[in-house]
């Protein structure tokens, strides 16, 4: 059965770490829906680039649609909207109860703070927010899988958390060719041997 992901866009969201994300799951044939928190189709990031949703949350019923995994991009001010949006709180709390994976990257672990769901976990972040979040324990590392909680630390690692969320999806093979494909373990390895 194919994995249904959905992505909250929120006005400021980091547009890489969406991209990049979107991008890896639909080459993998993952059911993405990008869903726009707002009254409107289309969603402005923070550095002025907009994307066209699939669907707006406000058609989205919280209880009884069936998603695999929640991501939520990073960005200072998408954050701060997605954690506004009393809709998306009480989506996240709901998904968590229910044991669905919810990945947050960069700042957006913060939106899990703030919906009370990182205190058990093992997380990592954009490392500005590492005050502001208080999990059981914070790492430095690139991507972090704490039982349904996945984290990673910003746009940079954004191509990490994509091919993450697809082995954690049971996707490992989809994720292992990707990653030849795209020339990412070139990059892993050419990196390595400087």
Not at 18 to 34: E, K, P
Not at 52 to 79: C, H, M, Q, S, W
């Amino acid at each position: 059965m194919k994995k249904r992901v959905m992505v909250l866009l929120a006005p400021g969201f980091e547009e890489l770490e969406a991209v990049a994300v979107i991008d890896i799951l639909r080459r993998a044939h993952v059911n993405v829906q990008i869903c726009s928190t707002t009254d409107e189709d289309h969603v402005t990031g923070g550095h002025y680039m907009t994307l066209k949703t699939d669907v707006r949350l406000a058609f989205i019923d919280i209880y009884n649609d069936v998603y695999d995994l929640l991501y939520l991009p990073g960005g200072g001010e998408g954050v701060k909207n997605l954690a506004a949006n009393e809709k998306v709180m009480t989506f996240l709390r709901r998904f968590y109860e229910d044991k669905g994976f919810i990945a947050a990257i960069c700042a957006a672990p913060w939106v899990l703070e703030q919906a009370g769901i990182l205190g058990e976990h093992k997380v990592t972040s954009f490392p500005s927010f590492q005050d502001q979040l208080h999990p059981k324990t914070y790492v430095e590392e690139v991507f972090v899988a704490s039982e349904n909680i996945l984290t990673s630390r910003g746009a940079g690692t954004s191509m990490e958390m994509g091919f993450s969320i697809l082995e954690t999806l049971g996707l490992t093979e989809e994720a292992k060719k990707l990653r030849e494909d795209m020339q990412y373990n070139f990059l892993l390895a050419h990196h390595k041997e400087q």
